[in-house]
């Protein structure tokens, strides 16, 4: 994948103590682009009413500016001067706010979100997140920050800063290290239209949501899902989170050469002679496994095998997420 085109900046790593959280604050005021920590993955932020700004994080991330942001604001008050509640989605954010979910509704009259980072659409993604720094963050800023995970558009999502370094150095003004994230998935995202609908797996199980709504999530096939997620590429819409190496799913034998991206005990024949290995969960934990995801493709990508096998992952609590993020790993590019 080509590298995007962006004018050098020096990019600032600080400690996300007071302040680093200050000074982040003050460069989302100026316009400038801060990489910070999130409970799901780390997030490439700009003042979401501010459409130079958000030019330029497109620019740096080198992401199709048909695929819209999600606003990450402090709290439901907040998120209620972006968009209008409707019961389903209120009844949500009080479920599951501050956290891993992000709600797409309609935009409220005035919606400061810049149309650059809604994609020109009359909805808008919302998300309180639970991590203490970027909260801290978004009330010493005070508005709405638009966030897309911290890497170049098609790349495997950082959990560390160092992923984010690797990925955006030169193309971002700062990068606030609060250490590696808790969930390692992206949000969940549910549109709150009549009938609420699963549009993307993530930190909260969908199973925990149909209970707080007493129905099941419509769930767009997945062809539909990709479209949603990147409009402006339709030939390689499924085709995300890639790493160089090929990724093999659902293995159980291991070839010559292949690494293993392992999931509880390992039995599996060829298994020994592994290139490379890491297992995501020994126990067989989704939620630990989701925390180590992103990582350990990375990590095995960079141990230079040509491929990465992947051991069957059981689709409950966060599997499903992890599988949808393994599927678009896996896509042919
Ligand atoms: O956990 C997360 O959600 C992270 C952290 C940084 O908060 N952010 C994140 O953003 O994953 P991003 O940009 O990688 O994914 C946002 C997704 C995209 O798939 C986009 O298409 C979808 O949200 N989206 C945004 N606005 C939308 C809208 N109005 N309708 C439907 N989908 C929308
Ligand atoms: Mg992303």
């Known amino acids: 994948m080509p590298e995007p085109e962006t004018t050098e900046l020096k990019t600032q790593v600080l400690p996300a103590d007071a302040k ?3 000074a982040a604050a003050g460069v989302f005021a100026r316009g400038g682009l801060v990489a910070f920590p999130t409970e799901t993955v780390y997030g490439l932020g700009a003042d979401a009413s501010n459409a130079a700004a958000i030019a330029h994080l497109y620019q740096a991330k080198g992401r199709p500016a048909f695929n819209p942001l999600i606003a990450h604001v402090a709290d439901l008050g907040a998120a209620r001067r972006i968009g209008r509640f409707d019961a389903t989605a209120e009844r949500l954010a009080a479920a599951f706010w501050p956290g891993p979910l992000t709600l797409v509704v309609p935009q409220a009259d ?5 149309d650059l980072a809604t994609a020109g659409l009359d909805t808008v993604a919302i998300r309180v997140p639970a991590h203490p720094i970027a909260r801290a ?3 010493a800023f ?8 911290a890497n170049i558009s098609g790349h495997v999502s950082p959990t560390t800063a160092a992923h984010v370094a690797a990925d955006l150095t030169g193309r971002i003004d700062l990068i606030l290290d609060g250490g590696p994230v808790e969930v390692g998935v992206e949000s969940t995202i549910v549109g709150c239209f009549e009938a609420p609908a699963l549009l993307r797996p993530g930190g909260v199980p969908s199973e925990a949501i149909e209970a707080v709504l007493g129905r099941p999530l419509a769930r767009r096939v997945t062809a539909e899902m990709h479209a949603a997620e990147q409009p402006l590429a339709p030939g390689m819409l499924a085709s995300h989170y890639a790493p160089r190496a090929a990724v093999r799913l659902e293995a159980n034998d291991l070839a010559a050469g292949e690494a293993l991206l392992a999931f509880g005990p390992v039995n599996l024949p060829g298994a020994a002679g592994a290139a490379a290995m890491l297992n995501l969960s020994p126990s067989g934990d989704p939620a630990e496994a989701a925390t180590h995801l992103f990582g350990y493709l990375r990590s095995l990508d960079a141990s230079g ?3 990465i096998a992947v051991m069957p992952i059981p689709n409950d609590g966060l599997g499903e997420a992890i599988n949808d993020r393994l599927r678009r790993a ?3 590019r």
């Not at 005035?110 to 810049?114: F, N, Q, R």
């Not at 005070?142 to 995970?149: D, E, I, L, M, R």
């Open 20 to 22: 680093g959280i200050s």
């Open 110 to 114: 005035g919606c400061p979100v810049a």
């Open 330 to 332: 896996a896509a042919p």
């Open 142 to 149: 005070g508005g709405a920050v638009v966030a897309p995970s």
């Open 305 to 307: 095998a040509r491929s």
């Open 137 to 139: 963050l978004l009330a």
